[in-house]
């Protein structure tokens, strides 16, 4: 594995482990003209009027500005968020311990950053500053929807979030129906890394596997995400493994499990969850989904 992943593989696993909290909707709120966030932390922070240029250090708040039809106030990114609409967009390094050089010279009027201990520096350095910021922790599907309301209300675009957590929550039970009535696939998603991390009990991605039809064999880890050994895969028994990268799998260590490879649809929990979903079913499931 080369260093470039590693590098996002520890990216990734860092935005998978952060505490597994979210502000409750209610806390968001306008007050007089001003408008009141609290980020995912319990922060206060009032913003005049809507955030004009934005600092995205977490790639799913890249993708939900997008969503929310607001792309064009995003003025800095991560290495991480790649896409065409985006790349035009300075980034300003990995997410964690960014350029602050960089940030200060785009002068934002907010900056998203990772609500967590693994980058303890980010937010000090940011209030050092003077530097508005929010902080989001993209775990569980209910962060997830906390971040698009603090987002959306972060930009004056709360209607549409209101709209895309309705749709995101529709389509998942629509797929959750059509779920229920088909067999429960044995699974287990690897992130990568040697030995390999796997999702544990209580994350995004055992969220994601459940809806999609299967059971994360790796549901009983006393840990949310964590590396397992060679005779800890071998003991499972396994229908589906789903690997992001098949070249980086030894398929001997699964004999007789069906190998798919899903690319990073699972890395970055963001607004297009429900698609996520439906891409796991549809590998789980292969062609029984129509």
Same mark, same amino acid.
């Given at each position: ?107 934002? %009027? /907010?900056?998203? *950053? ?8 980010? +937010? #000090? @350095?940011?209030? !050092?500053?003077? =530097? ?87 549901? %009983? /880890?006393?840990? *949310? ?8 895969? +071998? #003991? @499972?028994?396994? !229908?589906?493994? =789903? ?48």
């Amino acid at each position: 594995m080369g260093w470039e992943q590693i590098r996002k593989l520890i990216f990734c696993i860092t935005v998978l482990t952060t505490a597994c909290q979210s502000a409750p909707t209610d806390r968001y709120r306008d007050t007089a003209n001003n408008i009141l966030l609290v980020d995912a932390t319990g922060l206060e922070v009032t913003l005049q009027e809507p955030a004009r240029r934005i600092i995205s250090l977490v790639p799913s708040a890249t993708q939900i500005l997008k969503a929310l039809g607001v792309g064009h106030v995003l003025v800095g990114r991560t290495d991480f968020d790649n896409e065409d609409w985006v790349i035009s967009v300075p980034s300003l390094g990995g997410g964690l311990e960014p350029n602050f050089e960089k940030i200060i010279a785009l002068n934002p %009027d /907010l900056v998203v *950053l990772f609500a967590g201990d693994q980058d303890p520096h980010t +937010r #000090s @350095r940011l209030d !050092d500053f003077g =530097l508005t910021q929010v902080a989001i922790r993209p775990d569980r599907l209910t962060d997830l929807y906390a971040s698009i309301i603090l987002l959306g209300q972060a930009t004056g675009t709360e209607p549409v979030a209101d709209s895309i957590i309705s749709t995101i929550k529709k389509d998942l039970t629509d797929l959750q129906r059509w779920t229920a009535t088909r067999p429960t696939i044995r699974t287990v998603y690897l992130l990568g890394g040697s030995p390999p991390w796997v999702a544990g009990p209580d994350t995004y991605i055992d969220e994601i596997l459940r809806l999609a039809g299967g059971r994360n064999v790796f549901s %009983d /880890l006393e840990f *949310l995400y964590g590396s397992v050994s060679p005779e800890q895969i +071998r #003991s @499972r028994e396994i !229908d589906v493994v =789903l690997v992001s990268d098949r070249s980086q799998f030894d398929a001997m260590l699964t004999p007789g499990a069906r190998i798919e490879e899903i690319g990073n649809t699972l890395e970055f929990p963001g607004p297009n969850v429900a698609q996520a979903a439906r891409h796991v079913a549809e590998l789980l499931h292969r062609d029984l989904l129509r």
